[in-house]
């Protein structure tokens, strides 16, 4: 019999004593039915998992699927995908989906694992903090990003969804940039004000384009200087001797502030690989330093996510 | 002891410049061979859009020489641990170096590299190396990792050792010529360098081309160091037109 499982346990209630299946709290119970349904879908939606059954037991209340190494590998390989966005398999996303909700949700304790062979891995944690599964759109794949530069009057700022309304002054044309909350509140006091600011746009066949907001620019020299790099200097055969130049300049001045917000622009999934490359390489010597350590962070994290 | 790879397997992946594959980009270990077959220095060939290029330090230069003005032999190595889809970024991680870089000749290995065109060294030392060194610092410049090479594994060399710089040059001879006569060192930085004054040769670094897990250690070198130098030898055999046992 193969040992092999994948494992969803509810620990503790929300009050924190120890679940018997034989007396739970309605809110409990409500979890396990959410706990059976989506192992059930997982099982259901994966080829080859013919004969797994589902077992629910006491100590702690647990909900598991055993198979054979190959079929639980298959699924955690699949859950892997999905952790990195990479799924177009609408069901399944949807029932991790329906796991991970229930995580962030009540104030139950939980517990998720993966055991192959003598290996048991944790997975709560990665489903807890892991951004909102989504099923990997194929549309996505046709969408063209490009970083541009917009001044305007800053008209509005707000929304459910975080976002900024730039006019233009020559035309009454308004362009939406969504953003973060935070970002939002880094705007505040240009509101109705003139506005310097860099965008990602992003155009996808049969829809009109939309923006993703990039920084702010209080100088205007510097959103100028900015633009001009972007339009003119990346776009030469020895763009990278350029990038690099451009970095050095701003180390010789000890200018790290704005070093920062030059990298900013180049943070973005649609960015060619060997530009983030260039960038980490020239700031392997920073990775410590406490005004860069945190955008080369993410740089790094952006290049990695892109080899696969 | 059992290896990943066999002496054939070595042969094939030890490949000639003169028939250099141009149609996709890479980054590769290289050695110039002698009419004996002994790896006699050391570069990186790079090959990108089509054209190819030895990247090496002399000695007296660094230089990113055209292969087909190249007529010594050469075998290289492609290396995998520099992805092939980032050759522009190499290959412009080192025309920088080529632009900004002024090393001396010495045998430092200490643990350094070329990031950006500077030079840097962990433990403030001074541009010093020899051209494998310098294939090394250049790779471990653009690797993420913090060490390529694990020096420990090499002894430093004792002051009565020859160097190969002909004319029967000792370590200590090379020593007092370098530091006394030509440059202002403290003396803890010429300690350091006693420490770190070791000889990583171009056999050596040909084989790490052949280990993909880092850090590289001497145990992982010598494990297929005396298939390399065979494999050297007997292909050196072949271009001059003899038989290769």
């Known amino acids: 019999m193969s040992t092999d499982k994948l494992e969803l346990k509810i620990v503790k209630d929300s009050k924190g004593n120890d679940i018997q299946l034989t007396d739970m709290s309605i809110e409990t119970s409500r979890s396990l039915i959410v706990l059976i349904e989506a192992l059930a879908k997982i099982v259901e939606t994966t080829p080859d998992s013919e004969g797994m059954t589902i077992q629910v037991t006491n100590g702690s209340a647990c909900v598991a699927v055993s198979g054979n190494n190959k079929q639980i590998n298959t699924f955690q390989e699949d859950f892997d995908q999905i952790v990195q966005n990479k799924s177009t398999n609408k069901q399944l996303v949807e029932s991790w989906r329906d796991i991970q909700n229930l995580f962030i949700a009540n104030g139950l304790q939980y517990e998720a694992n993966f055991t192959t062979g003598n290996k048991k891995t944790n997975v709560y944690t990665q489903i807890k903090t892991a951004k909102s599964f989504r099923t990997k759109s194929i549309r996505d794949n046709n969408a063209k990003f490009k970083l541009v530069f917009l001044r305007g009057k800053l008209i509005e700022i707000g929304g459910k969804n975080p976002n900024i309304h730039i006019q233009d002054l020559n035309d009454d044309k308004s362009i939406t940039i969504a953003c973060e909350e935070q970002e939002a509140r880094k705007v505040n006091s240009f509101l109705y004000n003139e506005i310097f600011v860099s965008a990602w746009e992003k155009t996808s066949y049969n829809k009109n384009p939309e923006y993703r907001f990039c920084d702010v620019y209080v100088n205007e020299n510097l959103f100028n200087e900015f633009q001009n790099f972007i339009s003119n200097d990346l776009g030469e055969p020895d763009r990278l001797i350029k990038l690099h130049d451009k970095m050095r300049s701003f180390i010789k001045k000890e200018d790290f502030g704005n070093l920062k917000k030059f990298l900013r622009l180049f943070n973005h999934t649609s960015m060619d690989n060997n530009i983030l490359k260039s960038i980490l390489v020239f700031t392997k010597s920073f990775r410590e330093d406490s005004k860069l350590k945190d955008i080369r962070s993410n740089l790094l994290e952006t290049f990695q996510h892109q080899k696969y | ?245």
């Not at chain 2, 059992?2 to 030890?14: F, G, N, P, R, V």
């Not at chain 2, 522009?88 to 990031?115: M, N, Q, T, V, W």
């Open chain 2, 1 to 245: 002891m059992k290896l990943e790879y066999t002496k054939e397997e070595i042969q094939e992946q030890l490949i000639n410049i003169s028939s250099i594959d141009t149609s996709s980009n890479f980054a590769a270990a290289a050695v110039h061979v002698n009419e004996h077959g002994i790896a006699t220095h050391a570069g990186i060939v790079i090959c990108y859009n089509n054209d190819t290029f030895l990247f090496h330090y002399t000695g007296q230069a660094i230089l990113m020489d055209k292969i087909d003005t190249i007529n010594e032999w050469y075998f290289y190595k492609k290396l995998k641990i520099i992805d092939t889809s980032l050759i522009e970024a190499f290959y412009y991680h080192c025309k920088i170096i080529e632009r900004d870089a002024l090393p001396k000749y010495g045998f430092y290995f200490g643990g350094s590299f070329y990031e950006n065109g500077q030079y840097f060294s962990e433990l403030g030392m001074p541009e010093v190396m020899t051209c494998v060194g310098f294939c090394l610092n250049v790779i471990l410049g653009f690797l993420e990792e913090d060490v390529f090479f694990e020096f420990d594994g090499w002894n430093p060399l004792a002051p009565n050792e020859i160097l190969p710089l002909g004319g029967g040059i000792t370590v200590g001879d090379f020593f007092n010529r370098f530091f006394v006569l030509k440059n202002n060192f403290t003396e803890s930085e010429i300690d350091e360098f006693r420490r770190n004054f070791k000889r990583i040769t171009p056999l050596e670094y040909i084989t790490s081309g052949f280990i993909t897990i880092l850090p590289i250690t001497k145990v992982d070198i010598d494990k297929y160091i005396s298939l390399l130098d065979e494999c050297l030898k007997c292909n050196v055999l072949k271009l001059q037109g003899k038989v290769c046992a």
